[in-house]
């Protein structure tokens, strides 16, 4: 399996995955598509810390940008990002619709180059209407809008709002969409078929807002690591490294693991912060190449809840109903509830970002006053292939569809003839239905 694997000791954010995915093969030619939507210009450079090569990648205002290159001659400098933002890629709802203003301390740590606040501020909404103006690929955008779907529930929590009533400021701003957009084209282009991170470092001492100061990591970026697969580990100076917004695309995309995994190395590079340290290169390291031999580790949560009175019909419907909303597998299994009077446990197992939604999809059908959600982390999952097999019956052709299971290195355990189609061969042929699932098995192994 193609994986890539993100070392999170200096921790991580939006432009620094940027120069990473750059330096590690992804081609800046894909973020066109941002630049000709956004009054924005992406600028690569190449960067040296503590003697480690790097790639930077600013992203600036178009107005700015000329004046900006002027002004950095030679290209090798490192740049605060101003007071606006300060380096730091800081999603705020205050629920009143006032900016948080923020001091320097805020970015001690990364000073990424952006002309940060550039362009107008957002609602959630209005950056859900701007992604998905741009013209995205299907996978590109659905996994942008995931991403600020992390950021909307993480500041709702935070601030006791709804993600509807959340208003993006810094990360609502053009350049703030285009370091989630770009990294969201910059990974669908290295074609990755699994990214997972090392433990991500968040810094320490504190960070000021408008509502006071705060120890490090930020409010936001502790509410993404509780919905995300990976953990958190202080230090390793104190500065603040883990923003919100590299916390909510790692939340995303990436699968928690204790060191870098066993990989044949395709390709490497380093995206650059902006500061420099005394002792440790301000880069996150980027790994790509074949995993060996095991399955892939999915992030889920579970849902359940108990029903007394729910009628066959709607425990029938459930499996299609909930799978719509975004269920990934769903349980129903008889019970003993008070009073000894039969019932279900219904199980529903989801991705953290669908939660939400399918607790309430699961609600309005069975009509449940309360859903339970248990941590249950994440899943091991083989990858799966359907493949479609012909089948000669008395001189006709009929096709039967098999899913395959194997492990990240090919290497195949479960070979299973999907029912439907092996029960309508047998319908037309007269054979068993075992029998037709026999051959088609048989067939799709050689």
Aim: glycine letters at 12%; zero cysteines.
């Amino acid at each position: 399996m193609r994986t890539l694997a993100f070392d999170g000791r200096m921790g991580a954010s939006g432009d620094m995955l940027l120069g990473a995915l750059v330096a590690a093969g992804a081609d800046p030619a894909v973020l066109d598509r941002v630049e000709e939507a956004l009054p924005v210009r992406y600028e690569p450079r190449s960067v040296v810390k503590n003697g480690i090569a790097a790639t930077a990648v600013d992203v600036r205002h178009a107005d700015e940008a000329d004046e900006a290159n002027e002004v950095e001659g030679d290209g090798d400098h490192d740049h605060d990002e101003g007071a606006a933002k300060n380096g730091h890629d800081h999603t705020h709802d205050d629920g009143n619709d006032h900016a948080h203003d923020h001091t320097h301390s805020h970015d001690e740590g990364h000073g990424h180059g952006h002309a940060e606040g550039a362009g107008p501020n957002r609602t959630y909404a209005e950056v859900v209407d701007l992604v998905e103006s741009m013209d995205l690929p299907s996978g590109v955008e659905s996994d942008a809008l995931g991403v600020f779907e992390l950021l909307g529930q993480a500041e709702a929590s935070v601030h006791g709002t709804d993600i509807d009533g959340t208003h993006f400021h810094e990360v609502g701003a053009d350049d703030a969409i285009a370091d989630v957009v770009g990294v969201a084209l910059l990974l669908d282009d290295l074609g990755v078929e699994r990214v997972v991170t090392t433990p991500l470092s968040t810094g320490g001492g504190e960070v000021s807002m408008s509502h006071g100061t705060y120890p490090v990591p930020a409010p936001a970026v502790v509410e993404l690591a509780e919905r995300a697969d990976w953990s958190l580990k202080g230090g390793p100076i104190e500065m603040e490294l883990l923003t919100p917004t590299g916390a909510a695309l790692l939340a995303h995309y990436a699968d928690g693991v204790d060191s870098l995994p066993d990989l044949d190395v395709a390709a490497s590079g380093y995206g650059a912060g902006g500061y420099d340290f005394e002792r440790y290169p301000n880069v996150l390291r980027a790994v790509v190449g074949e995993s060996r031999g095991g399955l892939s580790k999915d992030a889920i949560t579970v849902l359940e809840t108990n029903l007394d009175d729910a009628t066959p019909e709607v425990l029938g419907g459930l499996q299609e109903s909930l799978a719509d909303a975004g269920a990934r597998d769903v349980s129903i299994l008889p019970a003993t509830m008070k009073k000894s009077r039969p019932g279900h446990l219904v199980k529903v197992v989801v991705k953290p970002e669908d939660a939400q939604r399918v607790a309430r999809r699961l609600a309005e059908e069975t009509g449940t006053l309360g859903v339970r959600e248990h941590g249950a982390g994440h899943r091991w999952i083989a990858d799966r292939e359907v493949r479609t097999v012909e089948l000669a019956v008395d001189g006709r052709t009929y096709e039967v569809a098999v899913k395959i299971g194997a492990d990240d290195e090919g290497a195949v355990f479960d070979v299973s003839a999907e029912y439907d189609d092996a029960a309508a061969v047998a319908r037309e042929t007269g054979l068993p239905v075992r029998e037709v699932a026999r051959r088609a098995e048989a067939a799709a192994r050689e």
